[in-house]
Nanobody, 115 residues
Framework: QVQLVESGGGLVQAGGSPRLSCAVSGRTFSISRMGWFRQAPGKEREFVASINWSGGTTYYADSVKGRFTISRDNAKNTVYLQMNSLKPEDTANYYC????????WGQGTQVTVSS
């Protein structure tokens, strides 16, 4: 059974640089596409970033490009989202997802950015 568990969220000041982690169970993590999404109150879930199995290909939403970095450690079955220069509009529940299409989802970790 595949499980995704996010961590690293919390209350952060604007300009802060937290790192989110997503630990993934399952034997095929190393060949799976991984991604991060977020959902702010009253808004639809939106794509943030994705990474292919090797880490060689990444994609970012325009709103986070240049500030966020997605990476993965296949030996640890973990994907990361390094967030820099946070803004209040980055406040959201952040989810990691796995697969193509996105079949498996975590429960999310809340990131709240104070101005």
């Amino acid at each position: 059974q595949v499980q995704l568990v996010e961590s690293g969220g919390g209350l952060v000041q604007a300009g802060g640089s937290p790192r989110l982690s997503c630990a993934v169970s399952g034997r095929t993590f190393s060949i799976s596409r991984m991604g991060w999404f977020r959902q702010a109150p009253g808004k639809e879930r939106e794509f943030v970033a994705s990474i292919n199995w090797s880490g060689g290909t990444t994609y970012y939403a325009d709103s986070v490009k240049g500030r966020f970095t997605i990476s993965r450690d296949n030996a640890k079955n973990t994907v990361y989202l390094q967030m820099n220069s946070l803004k209040p509009e980055d406040t959201a529940n952040y989810y990691c997802a796995r697969g193509n299409p996105w079949r498996y989802w975590g429960q999310g970790t809340q990131v709240t950015v104070s101005s």
